[in-house]
């Protein structure tokens, strides 16, 4: 279990994790042994106490936005995916399309869980959004998304690459901190997602490509659809830390390919502002 | 592809600290193995010093450099296989699977040189792969061993995160692994479409998986000649 896992791996660095998650190891032994019963559902909130336990009220307030940030753009995602599975009929075909919106729906849902808990951990209150609190047309710019599944399929794409780079963005917040691993183990899910749906868009004749390519003409966006201009905005950059030129590194590098090789991050008031666009 | 300048400055230190490594050379003798990794155990972590005198190559997680070296490593062993890969691929592939092929190839070698730039005169040398396991004509062999190096990428940057102390290498690290998700979608869907973020690699709280280098290694090792020795961690 994932848990035995996280806390072998706190040992390395805090030698003493397991006298300050108790003072006693018979203690840590029944913890283990209730983990092994309680619903996995359960197990963030568990988890998230017992560091809360262990470092006292110490989660520093940015750390806490940070969370509740990510919470607000996952309860995005699952609404928005598990509205489509349930509550609109003949958008998603069966088969591997219903199984793959699933999948995701799924994990956008265990996402939504580990970070309430993981906020509530933190002696902080979690947002909270429910399926009503959003405009998935984004005020009639995707009239259609319900109903036209290649829409859908365009917007899916634009949360999954945001979601990647709104990560992304918050990484230094999280340096060498535990939170920075689960966000990091949430953030690859995320670009799996965001590689998947391109492809079920390529599938259906959109010229896209799984990873973020150079648009047309060297733009940034490489969607072609300008209502999402500000989801891609800055992915064109071939320049990386601390001044090297990715396009030409070696033979056969082009700037596309430079592009692609490194997802770029965006700030915080830049997601906020492209999922203001959904937020009723 | 050889170290000269590494295994010289190992020869001068193993000489001076001949000594004090005699136990900690025992531990990486022994667990040089058929992986031609060598990890020096928890309790000598505090040693300083370098490789053993078998040359090879050394990573010291004492710093940034040690993890970016780290990354380096894993990203030579990637280039390599994908130029393989490109350069011929299987007959069976498909002109869509040539093309991710050819993309990914010229990825792994963008980020195999970022990391060369990025350490400068801290780099590794090239590291000499072994690929003998790899059936490069067999479709299926060719597309395990991507699914395998893809997924093992993705949990070693997860997993090595938190030991980056420098804001822009920790961005750096972020903006190569969500590609190499990306990889390992699609691979995995080229295998059987719809296993992009299974159970096998993303557990039931919806995380991705996230490794330490000493298991990491353990399995990347076995596709590489040149031992990799590892301190600090």
Request: with cysteine.
């Amino acid at each position: 279990m994932n848990i035995v896992n996280i806390i072998e791996e706190i040992e390395k660095v805090d030698g003493e994790i397991y006298e300050r998650l108790s003072p006693r190891r018979a203690a840590m032994k029944d913890f283990f042994n209730v983990g092994k019963k309680v619903a996995l559902s359960a197990v963030p909130l568990a988890l998230g106490s017992m560091f809360n336990k262990a470092y006292g009220q110490t989660v520093p307030t940015a750390v806490v936005d940070v969370l509740n940030y990510a919470l607000t753009l996952e309860y995005l995602e699952y609404h928005f995916y598990n509205h489509s599975i349930l509550a609109a009929p003949g958008l998603l075909p069966a088969g591997a399309p219903l199984g793959a919106i699933t999948t995701i729906r799924d994990h956008e849902k265990a996402h939504v869980d580990l970070l309430k808990g993981a906020v509530t951990a933190a002696g902080a209150t979690p947002v909270e959004f429910a399926y009503t609190d959003f405009d998935f047309t984004a005020g009639n710019t995707f009239a259609d998304v319900y109903t036209n599944y290649d829409t859908f399929l365009a917007v899916a794409q634009a949360f999954e690459d945001t979601g990647v780079r709104a990560y992304k963005g918050q990484a230094a917040v999280l340096k060498g901190l535990d939170y920075l691993t689960i966000a990091l183990q949430i953030h690859s899910v995320e670009a799996r997602h965001a590689a998947h749906i391109r492809s079920m868009r390529a599938a259906r004749g959109a010229s896209i490509k799984p990873w973020i390519s150079l648009g047309a003409g060297g733009v940034a966006n490489d969607t072609g659809i300008a209502a999402v201009d500000k989801v891609y905005a800055g992915e064109n950059l071939d320049i990386q830390a601390p001044d090297i030129t990715i396009t030409g590194i070696a033979t056969g590098v082009t700037k596309a390919a430079a592009v692609e090789s490194f997802d770029e991050p965006l700030t915080k008031p830049a997601v906020l502002e492209i999922a203001s666009l959904f937020i009723k | 592809m050889k170290n000269s300048n590494q295994e010289n400055e190992v020869l001068q230190e193993n000489s001076i600290l001949d000594a004090k490594l005699q136990r900690r050379s025992f531990l990486q003798y022994a667990g040089a193995g058929a992986a031609g990794i060598a990890l020096v155990a928890a309790g000598c972590k505090k040693d300083r010093g370098y490789g053993n005198g078998m040359g090879g190559v050394t990573l010291d997680f004492k710093d940034d450099f040690g993890v970016l070296n780290y990354a380096y490593a894993l990203e030579q062993l990637e280039a390599a296989f994908y130029i393989q890969v490109a350069s011929n691929p299987p007959a069976a592939f498909t002109a869509a699977e040539r093309a991710y092929f050819q993309d990914i190839q010229f990825h792994e070698i963008a980020h195999r040189e970022y990391f060369k730039k990025a350490l400068g005169t801290a780099a590794i040398g090239s590291l000499e792969v072994n690929f003998a396991a790899i059936n490069f004509t067999d479709k299926a062999s060719v597309l395990a061993t991507a699914k395998a190096f893809e997924d093992l990428g993705v949990a070693a940057y997860n997993g090595a995160g938190k030991r980056l102390k420098t804001d822009a290498y920790l961005l750096a690290a972020g903006k190569i692994v969500s590609v190499e998700a990306r990889h390992a979608a699609v691979i995995r869907d080229l295998i059987s479409n719809g296993s992009f973020a299974n159970s096998e690699v993303v557990n039931a709280q919806g995380l991705d998986q996230a490794l330490q280098p000493d298991k990491v290694l353990a399995v990347a090792g076995a596709y590489v000649k040149t031992q990799i020795n590892v301190i600090n961690l």
